[in-house]
């Protein structure tokens, strides 16, 4: 690769951080069952990590989102390409989101879902860019604020490369 990478978080500090999260939502939803939904597919790694730091009942559902458009710009049309298998009316819902960026999707899903009759829904994010902010939207859990660059690493891509590196960062061309 002629890509260097300058990191904005290593292995370490995410591991760290998803951790304390991790316990938050055990204390939370201790006596609840759980539903993680992984919103797809910037997410799947920060889900397999946050699963396993939630010492809770839960099960992990996977939803296939997909921005209209290319680039680095989200659109705010968000296309559902692969649905939730089960009902989740009267659960506890946690939607998992790798970064919130404009907060277009993550308006729209809990929209959609709270169609659906959810007992709770609240909203797990890694990262957050507030200086892109078009809609705000709560984060209930959050891991990291970040400063308006476009990152990637540990799940999130950039034209669908970088997600398997193990730190976040941004790219500088070489
Ligand atoms: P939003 O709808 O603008 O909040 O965008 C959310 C989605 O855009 C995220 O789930 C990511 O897939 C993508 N995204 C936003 N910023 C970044 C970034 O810095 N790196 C990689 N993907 C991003
Ligand atoms: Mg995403």
Redesign the pocket.
Known sequence: MSERFSVLYSAEQIAARVRELGSHITRDYKDERLVLVC?LK?SFVFTADLARAIDAHLRVEFLGVQ?YGEG?E?S?LVQITQDLTKSIEDEHVLLV??????????AHLLDLFRTRKPASIKVCALLH?PA?TRIAVPIDYLGFTIED????GYG???AQRYRNLPFIGVVEHA
């Open positions: 919103v910037g921005s680095t989200s705010g989101e790798d970064i919130v960026d404009t907060g277009l999707t993550i860019k892109r660059k476009f990152v990637v999130l891509d950039h």
